[in-house]
Nanobody, 128 residues
Framework: EVQLVESGGGFVQAGGSLRLSCAAS????????IGWLRQAPGKEREGVSC????????YYADSVKGRFTISSDNAQNTVYLQMNSLKPEDTAVYYC?????????????????????WGQGTQVTVSS
């Protein structure tokens, strides 16, 4: 059974940092792509970043480039999202999701509909 468990969300002031974790199990971690997506109140879910564990390549939405960093610990089957210089508009529920091969261009993984499995989400709130 595929399981994704997010943690690390919380409340932070603008300009602060948080690190989210996504602990994965139930699939061959090295073969899968893990994405972070978010949904703000009243808005559609959107892709934030992804990492292809097969080759380590990463991809970011323009809104978070230079501020967020995705990384993967393949030994721990865990993906991290380091979020720096947080802004109030980053406030959302953050989800990790996963999709196995075949592989697609990075932009594909920013589409919420691309994913097969989802975690339960973790709330991030950034105050101004």
């Amino acid at each position: 059974e595929v399981q994704l468990v997010e943690s690390g969300g919380g409340f932070v002031q603008a300009g602060g940092s948080l690190r989210l974790s996504c602990a994965a199990s139930g699939f061959t971690f090295d073969d899968y792509t893990i994405g972070w997506l978010r949904q703000a109140p009243g808005k559609e879910r959107e892709g934030v970043s992804c990492i292809k564990n097969s080759d380590g390549s990463t991809y970011y939405a323009d809104s978070v480039k230079g501020r967020f960093t995705i990384s993967s610990d393949n030994a721990q089957n865990t993906v991290y999202l380091q979020m720096n210089s947080l802004k109030p508009e980053d406030t959302a529920v953050y989800y990790c999701a996963t999709l196995g091969p075949p592989y697609y261009p990075g932009s594909y993984y920013l589409l919420p509909g691309s994913y097969d499995y989802w975690g339960q989400g973790t709330q991030v709130t950034v105050s101004s």
